[in-house]
């Protein structure tokens, strides 16, 4: 492990954390798995879940139009399975970010705007190709929010994080347990505003220990049934990541090995997060 962790790492320590089935927890330069961390789009495997959970309590259906549940024109051929799977054409972020806190403009007058011309603002037909989008979980979310009547984080908790077990998950973590990246001085680095309509896309906030136990129960144990349609996958691999400003994060599970891996990293390349949580799952798939 040590080889493929010190390949990742820079002149400046970046902290680091990672869990996996085949090795102790791991903790380096200020990183510690029981503080709360930015997950970024590892928040959408939540959110996905969150879909088929509602969907086999009844509350809603994979093939409903968008329509049925936001005020959108309808006729877009969006459905909230489109919006899971990413293939409602929808582009990767929504219209008119810019500066170094992006997503604060996007609240829900902005959100309003876009639903009103959602089907012109597609980058492609509906269903024809994979286009991930933090817009179409945005929408999602707010989908599921409609057609629930109740706040997006609580549904989260009442529907997948209670039958998971699982406390160290939310969007407004105690101050106290906060771990941030910091600038050379000491400071910690700002962060963007996360807490909107982006939420359900990658917003939320989690201990990396709880954070391990959500993709084991949900990939390994399959305790809430079969992975939700947010989950990426290449050949065996079921995978996800996330990256905020300052934050990145890789998970990758092996169902039929029991291999898997978390990865998160406060500062550096999200692209290098990546790697290491590949080269760490290679490296105990070979010597399994």
């Not at 170094?100 to 829900?108: G, I, L, V």
């Not at 409609?146 to 984080?153: D, K, V």
């Not at 891996?261 to 550096?268: A, D, E, I, K, P």
Request: a neutral charge; aromatic letters at 4%; charged letters at 20%.
């Amino acid at each position: 492990m040590g080889a493929v962790l010190m390949a990742g790492l820079s002149l400046r320590p970046v902290p680091i954390c990672v869990l996996s089935g085949s090795a102790p927890p791991l903790a380096r330069h200020g990183h510690d798995p029981a503080a709360f961390v930015e997950i970024g789009s590892l928040t959408k495997v939540l959110t996905g879940t969150l879909l088929i959970r509602m969907v086999r309590a009844g509350l809603l259906g994979l093939d409903d139009a968008v329509e049925q549940w936001l005020p959108t024109p309808p006729g877009s051929g969006i459905t909230l399975g489109k919006l899971a799977d990413h293939t409602s054409g929808l582009p990767r972020l929504p219209p008119g970010l810019n500066g170094r806190d992006p997503y604060a403009a996007f609240d829900e007058n902005a959100l309003r705007t876009v639903l009103g011309r959602l089907g012109e603002i597609v980058v492609r037909q509906p269903g024809q190709e994979e286009e991930y989008s933090n817009l179409g979980y945005a929408v999602l979310g707010a989908a599921l929010v409609s057609a629930a009547g109740r706040p997006y984080e609580e549904l989260v908790r009442e529907h997948v994080l209670t039958p998971l077990g699982v406390d160290e998950v939310t969007a407004h973590p105690p101050a106290d347990r906060l771990l941030g990246a910091r600038n050379l001085f000491g400071r910690e680095r700002a962060r963007w505003t996360m807490d909107g309509p982006i939420l359900p896309a990658g917003g939320l906030w989690a201990t990396p220990r709880a954070l391990a136990t959500v993709v084991t129960r949900l990939l390994l144990e399959r305790s809430l049934g079969e992975p939700a349609p947010s989950w990426q996958s290449a050949g065996p691999l079921l995978w996800h990541n996330g990256a905020t400003r300052d934050a990145s994060a890789f998970t990758g599970v092996l169902p039929q090995t029991g291999n898997w891996v978390l990865v998160h990293r406060l500062g550096g390349s999200p692209g290098r997060t990546d790697k290491i949580g590949l080269g760490l799952l290679a490296a105990a798939r070979n010597a399994a």
